[in-house]
T-cell receptor, first 110, second 115 residues
């Protein structure tokens, strides 16, 4: 079993839709959690960190459920420019190495 | 923001060639640099972690004699794929961070194709 699992998608949604991505991690001792965005043939870029209390950045909301070892990302009012692969990332320790999920592909259509 | 430069961005070469990829932190001193590999439709896999002035730590299954890593200064790390073969074709990405309390900043990747 992979340490970080995501539904690979693709998710095909119309502009303006709300879309949610899920991620599960197997190591209960995982310390830090992130969502990254990767455009085709590009490097990953940090979208947001994920905190137990949940956090929001504009149209993006991230949630963490440590008991269920589950992370989510909600994108509201999706834009064409949101089309990318969204990577769920965890670390086993503070400042530890990043462990990437396979990524979930999102395609926003006009 | 912090910038990490990776060069070259694209390499196409014959089987048996050795290929060197450079990773530079342009506006900060990187005590630690990381090298990842990503095959199509797969996640980034950490290959090795290098700390300036010391030997790299390789992940399980990664051959250290095949993937030579040098981190001779606080702003430069190099990955050399020795005697590359078609199965080494992949997207190689580096990242760098100043210390363990800082985030990793990624280079823009090197697409390696071995014919």
């Amino acid at each position: 079993r992979k340490e970080v699992e995501q539904d690979p998608g693709p998710f095909n949604v119309p502009e303006g839709a709300t879309v949610a991505f899920n991620c599960t991690y197997s190591n209960s001792a995982s310390q830090s959690f992130f969502w990254y965005r990767q455009d085709c043939r590009k490097e990953p870029k940090l979208l947001m960190s994920v905190y137990s209390s949940g956090n929001e950045d504009g149209r993006f909301t991230a949630q963490l459920n440590r008991a269920s070892q589950y992370i989510s990302l909600l994108i509201r009012d999706s834009k064409l420019s949101d089309s990318a692969t969204y990577l769920c990332v965890v670390t086993r320790s503070q400042g530890g190495k990043l462990i990437f999920g396979q990524g979930t592909e999102l395609s926003v259509k006009p | 923001g912090a910038v990490v430069s990776q060069h070259p961005s694209r390499v196409i070469c014959k089987s048996g060639t050795s290929v060197k990829i450079e990773c530079r932190s342009l506006d900060f001193q990187a005590t630690t640099m990381f090298w990842y590999r990503q095959f199509p439709k797969q996640s980034l896999m950490l290959m090795a972690t290098s700390n300036e002035g010391s030997k790299a730590t390789y992940e399980q299954g990664v051959e250290k004699d095949k993937f030579l890593i040098n981190h001779a200064s606080l702003t430069l790390s190099t990955l050399t794929v020795t005697s590359a073969h078609p199965e080494d074709s992949s997207f190689y990405i580096c990242s760098a961070r100043a210390d363990s309390n800082q985030p990793q900043h990624f280079g823009d990747g090197t697409r390696l194709s071995i014919l």
